[in-house]
Each structure stands twice: as C-alpha cells, then as structure tokens.
C-alpha cells in the first residue's frame, strides 16, 4: 500500500484505500519509518523544514492517529503520542534547521555579537507561532485517537 494513502483525511475519502489491515500495516511501517528518524537525527526543540521527513508530514500525523486510536498498551500510546508530537517541528518552507535554544550570553555585551536582521527574526517569529498552532492541533488529534483506543471493546481470545 503506497504511503500516499495516508495523505487521504477524513473529508476527503471517496477512493478505495484498500482493507484495514492493509492501512494499519502502512500507518504502522510509516511510523517505523519516523521513529528511526528520530533516533537517527538530533532534534532537540529546533525547527525543520518538512521536506527533511522521511514521508509528507500529513502522512505521518495519520499513520499516528490510526497506530494510536489501535493501541491497546496506555504506555506505549503515551510514547506514541510524544513522538507523534514532535512532528509539529517541521514547518513547511523555513529553510535551513532553526535553534530554539537560547544563544550563550558571551561575557561583554559589545564584543561583536551578532544581530539576526529583521527578516531573519520574522521568519523564526512566523515558524515559531505556527509550531504552537500544531503543537495544540496534534495534541487534540492524538487526544481523540487515544480516547478511541480507550473505549474500544476488549476481546480476550
């Protein structure tokens, strides 16, 4: 099944996106895919831009959405979701890798240090915002499939 599939949400379904566990085998490799990611590349709080993800970003943020909503495990679902919440570092067109951490404060304030121009602190401004704006969308996304994982009828065979 083509990652592609997962780009597909809710409102926007009317193809065939082959059988359940045809979807839930390609959400669960993409994830796979991303959690490699992660172990492979330092991120820390910084900022990416998306086309660093191994897969498009609306991909991934579904393939967690159906790997968490099918998790039984309330453990692995909370790891699930602090992965799946790191997604919200990638932005779409910010360029090269932004650092979120402070600068280290050099012992004299006029030693030549540098000054970010205007448009520089713009772009981090707009990247940063928009990074809260995903943090608060995923966090209600991954709430919701969590809650689903919760609820779901258990069969003990």
């Known amino acids: 099944m083509p990652y592609s599939d997962f780009a597909y949400t809710p409102q926007n379904n009317d193809h065939d996106h082959g059988t359940d566990a045809q979807l839930l085998q390609a959400a669960h490799h993409l994830v796979d895919v991303y959690l490699v ?16 993800l191994p897969a ?20 692995v679902r909370a ?42 602190i713009r772009r981090f401004d707009s990247a940063l915002m928009r990074l809260g704006e995903d943090r608060t969308r995923l966090v209600q996304m991954f709430r919701h499939a969590a809650d689903i994982a919760e609820h779901k009828p258990y069969y003990n065979a």
């Open 79 to 120: 790891l699930l979701v602090k992965a799946g919440m790191t997604l919200a570092q990638f932005q779409e067109n910010i360029g090269p890798r932004m650092s979120v951490r402070p600068a280290h404060q050099k012992e004299k304030p006029s030693d030549g240090h540098w000054r970010p121009e205007p448009s520089q």
């Open 37 to 52: 990611y992660l172990r492979e590349h330092e991120t820390a709080g910084d900022l990416f831009d998306t086309r660093e």
């Open 56 to 75: 498009s970003k609306g991909s991934l943020i579904n393939a967690f959405r159906v790997v968490i909503a099918t998790e039984s495990r309330p453990g």
